[in-house]
């Protein structure tokens, strides 16, 4: 059964640093998304991505991100400089065009621990 | 703008007993809804989706939703809890014009032996 998987599974860094996290959504997808959870806190969207540019970011998405994909099949999440406040699991996902039904398929999560 | 409420933070029930785990949701246009459930270190799962097919839809491990749009509502119930079941349930909206998904809080189901 195809599924996204998110690399790495854990990732610490220093406050301050870049991170980037890496997802290869399902192949056939056409809509990319990233999502995190802070520790005991609820899911929340970050981006969503489709034809090459974003289709819609929430307020949590500032400067500090980015994403791109690069080579079409790889879809990346980039800190510029992280803070101690963005340690939390990042979840990708990605889906079929949005419609009635559509679900998005999550990958395990990359748990981000900046220190 | 669509959300959706998950009513309790926490539900403990025994093993054995009925699991009914809460959802409000609000849509402007006929939203799709889904359950995903998230064990300990784990990722999201799909347990089931309402698709405007039918309106009590059945998803994996027993478990059952039903969309009431009278009552905005699409909980998720399970007959009888089985261990396994501990986990994190995520009640989700998604309507066709936008390009997210919203997530509830989250309802932690705690299954006591």
């Known amino acids: 059964e195809p599924e996204v998987t998110q690399t790495p599974s854990h990732q610490v860094t220093q406050m301050g640093q870049e991170v980037i996290l890496r997802c290869v959504p399902i192949?056939?997808?056409?809509?990319f998304y990233w999502y995190r959870q802070i520790l005991g806190q609820k899911v929340e969207f970050l981006v969503s991505?489709?034809?090459?540019?974003?289709?819609?970011k929430s307020e949590i998405f500032d400067d500090q991100f980015s994403v791109e994909r690069p080579d079409g099949s790889n879809f990346t999440l980039k800190i510029r400089s992280t803070k101690l406040e963005d340690s939390a699991m990042y979840f990708c996902?990605?889906?079929?065009?949005?419609?009635?039904?559509?679900?998005?398929?999550f990958g395990q999560g990359t748990r981000l621990t900046v220190v | 703008a669509q959300s959706v409420t998950q009513l309790d933070s926490h539900v403990s029930v025994s093993e054995g007993t009925p699991v009914l785990l809460r959802c409000n949701y609000s849509s402007s246009y006929s939203p799709s809804l889904f359950w995903y459930v998230q064990h300990p270190n784990k990722g999201l799962q799909l347990l089931l989706k309402y698709t405007s097919a039918a309106t009590l839809v059945k998803g994996i491990n027993g478990f059952e939703a039903e969309f009431k749009k009278s009552e905005t509502s699409f909980h998720l119930t399970k007959p009888s809890a089985h261990m396994s079941d501990a986990a994190e349930y995520f009640c989700?909206?998604?309507?066709?014009?936008?390009?997210?998904?919203?997530f509830g809080k989250g309802t932690r189901l705690h299954i006591l032996p």
């Open positions: 989700v909206v998604s309507e066709r014009r936008d390009d997210k998904i919203i």
């Open positions: 192949s056939n997808h056409l809509y």
């Open positions: 996902a990605s889906s079929e065009i949005p419609g009635v039904g559509t679900e998005a398929f």
């Open positions: 991505f489709y034809n090459n540019e974003i289709s819609e």
